[in-house]
């Protein structure tokens, strides 16, 4: 069968061929994995050219890994959440749909090479998603563990054009390997050094035919160690259900200060803590001094009654308003 070789990948060829950096060479290399025909004809080139990408990127890394090369992506927001996945998932495209952020999208694989953070809203608060580059056999940055470890929760993402089993097995095997494993519920049996993260497995590209069948065929799999979702980034199906989802995945709660003899301002960002903190809890988190308070009244889900004087010990719930007292 003929490649029929495009323009745009005779180009690609042309800037290889002409490359006097790794970095020139890496970047004409993936342009040509983008615009190669994909079709039996080209499927030996194409496996040439992941060979060739992935040996480039293993020669840069023993390069930097010399001077202790890492990423660090600084925690904002209310929580942090890594998103890991198969290469072509559609991990950017959900990122771009969830937050601000605008990662580079493209139907061929590593187009993402770097973390890309991005702010998702859930109704008054900010939650930190960061993407990252793919899991896949033929290539795995060495720095991704160091990514996943520091976060709060992984959305471990699949898609029905692919093998979401093969994914879902060989993902968690190589995180394993760095003592990280992925969970729905903290287990407290395991060894101290070992990273719990709770993970919701979301299922993207909804929109392809038989997901819905397959989506059930995965939950009778899986559904005993995952909480999983089914989503359509690209039309944004289940995506406010997914937002909730990740919300009570960081098992945090919103607590809304208030100055005594005013009103509630809801324009103040409430202040998140862990579920089941006390008051004490919080008022150490609105500043040290509130550690010594003398009491504090108490409005919404948690209280009895409106303005409820409540003690140290007392736990708070999500949305409650809490007026502290020196």
């Known amino acids: 069968m003929p490649a029929n070789l495009t323009p745009e990948y005779l180009n690609a060829d042309k800037a290889f061929k002409e490359a006097k950096t790794d970095d020139e060479r890496l970047s004409a290399l993936e342009e ?3 615009t190669i025909p994909k079709h039996k004809g080209t499927e030996k080139m194409q496996a040439d050219i992941k060979r060739r990408i992935s040996k480039l990127k293993t020669q840069h890394e023993q390069k930097v890994g010399k001077r202790g090369f890492s990423y660090h992506v600084q925690r904002e927001g209310a929580g942090q959440v890594a998103l890991v996945g198969a290469p072509n998932v ?8 969830l937050t601000n952020a605008e990662p580079q999208i493209a139907p061929y694989p590593f187009t993402t090479i770097l973390p890309v953070p991005g702010m998702m809203a859930f109704e008054d608060i900010h939650i930190q998603l960061i993407d990252l580059p793919p899991f896949s056999h033929e290539h795995t940055e060495p720095w991704l563990p160091e990514i996943v470890r520091p976060a709060d929760a992984v959305l471990l993402v699949v898609s029905f054009n692919s093998d979401p089993i093969e994914d879902i097995d060989f993902i968690t095997e190589r995180l394993s390997q760095y003592k990280i494993k992925l969970i729905r ?3 407290h049996s395991l060894p101290f050094n070992i990273a ?3 993970t919701i497995i979301v299922c ?3 929109d392809v035919p038989n997901a819905e069948e397959n989506f059930q065929v995965l939950k009778e799999l899986l559904s005993d160690k995952y909480d999983m979702l089914a989503v359509s980034a690209l039309h944004g199906t289940n995506l406010d259900v997914l937002r909730r989802s990740v919300f009570d995945l960081l098992k945090i709660i919103r607590i809304y200060p208030k100055e005594p003899g005013k009103p509630l301002d809801r324009s103040t960002p409430p202040y998140t803590v862990p579920r089941n903190s006390t008051l004490l809890d919080f008022a150490g988190r609105v500043h040290k001094d509130f550690l010594n308070l003398k009491f504090a009244r108490l409005w ?9 004087t409540i003690t140290r010990e007392q736990i708070l719930y999500d949305g409650d308003i809490v007026e502290l007292h020196l």
Do not use: H, V
């Open 185 to 187: 519920e903290i287990d």
């Open 196 to 198: 719990q993260k709770r």
């Open 300 to 308: 919404g889900p948690g209280a009895k009654f409106e303005g409820q």
């Open 90 to 97: 559609g991990k950017s495209q959900l990122l771009k749909a």
């Open 204 to 206: 993207n590209m909804w």
């Open 32 to 34: 040509m994995l983008r």
